[in-house]
């Protein structure tokens, strides 16, 4: 990668691997070398906007989906930005994260500061460009992601905190549709947020034995040999909450096959989930970027009837 240190979690694909080394670190800290901490953001907001649009009888809103992606990209950046400083003396101590670009001292703390200033300037652009009730929610929604990475030192929760930060955009998107917040919307973000706190209890499995000696917590720990029945049980919960929105939400056959794929992709991972290492856990997380947007699918799927109305 032009000589840059590749992280152990982190891809060479793409365009990344054409950049020069000096920015390299940039793009680590933004975690675009890792396109499925965006992803995995961005679901539930485009989720939400078509469940919102079937809802109320609208044609997909496009312009909504296009803000999002680009929302989703800066403030995952921003939030994976302040989350490598504030944790960049633990990140040191742990074999994963090491060599990340503030742990390893390849970026300054003021340098990282100014990143993270411009990506969310990019953030607050998109913000902007929404309604006002949404501009309310989406500032709303800085306290989860400002506490988050202190939660590790003190709670063995901290994915749960994690849950409510990144499923705000199921909040987000309905308001941008309809400037309002109505049931289906919050039954959309209870589901996001346990399959959030599942797929991010996989992902805590690569650093068990590192966190134990850092000293930090996380569920992967707390959840211990019962890690897979609770895994599943998050994951059924998460299907049987976007059921709920859906139906809230008067969804027809379309958006219920988009979450029957959803649903089929968690149980797979479930199953792959017993006995896995570490490189299988990280696997298992990645795939999650594949199956928020089986559930998109189906709902942009059943939106897209609405042209032809």
Not at 26 to 55: F, K
Not at 149 to 162: D, G
Not at 267 to 287: C, N
Request: aromatic letters at 12%; one cysteine or more; a positive charge.
């Amino acid at each position: 990668m032009s000589g840059a240190a590749l992280l152990p979690d982190s891809s060479a694909h793409g365009i990344w691997s054409r950049l020069p080394a000096s920015w390299m670190p940039y793009v680590q800290l933004a975690r675009l070398d890792r396109p499925v901490g965006w992803q995995l953001l961005l679901a539930p907001c485009l989720s939400s906007t078509c469940l919102a649009a079937i809802a109320h009888a609208e044609k997909p809103r496009f312009d909504l989906l296009i803000l999002f992606t680009l929302g989703a990209i800066a403030m995952r950046g921003a939030g994976s930005t302040f989350n490598d400083f504030i944790d960049r003396n633990i990140d040191a101590k742990v074999e994963r994260t090491r060599q990340r670009p503030l742990a390893s001292g390849r970026v300054t703390p003021l340098a990282a500061a100014i990143f993270l200033m411009a990506q969310c300037l990019v953030g607050l652009y998109v913000l902007l460009s929404l309604n006002l009730f949404s501009i309310f929610v989406g500032f709303a929604s800085l306290l989860p992601v400002a506490i988050y990475p202190f939660m590790k030192r003190i709670t063995s929760w901290p994915q749960a905190v994690l849950g409510l930060a990144f499923s705000w955009g199921a909040l987000i998107g309905w308001s941008a549709v309809t400037g309002e917040l109505a049931a289906p919307a919050f039954w959309l973000y209870a589901s996001c947020i346990l399959w959030t706190i599942g797929y991010d209890t996989i992902y805590a499995v690569q650093d068990r034995r590192d966190d134990i000696e850092a000293g930090v917590k996380s569920t992967a720990l707390l959840f211990g040999e019962y890690l897979v029945p609770v895994v599943a049980l998050l994951y059924f919960g998460a299907v049987v909450l976007a059921e709920v929105a859906l139906l809230k939400a008067g969804a027809g056959l379309l958006a219920q096959a988009g979450l029957v794929a959803f649903g089929v992709h968690l149980a797979r991972q479930v199953r792959r989930l017993v006995g896995a290492d570490e490189k299988e856990a990280l696997k298992l997380f990645r795939s999650n970027g594949a199956a928020g947007f089986l559930l998109f699918g189906g709902l942009l799927a059943e939106n897209l009837l609405f042209l032809f109305v």
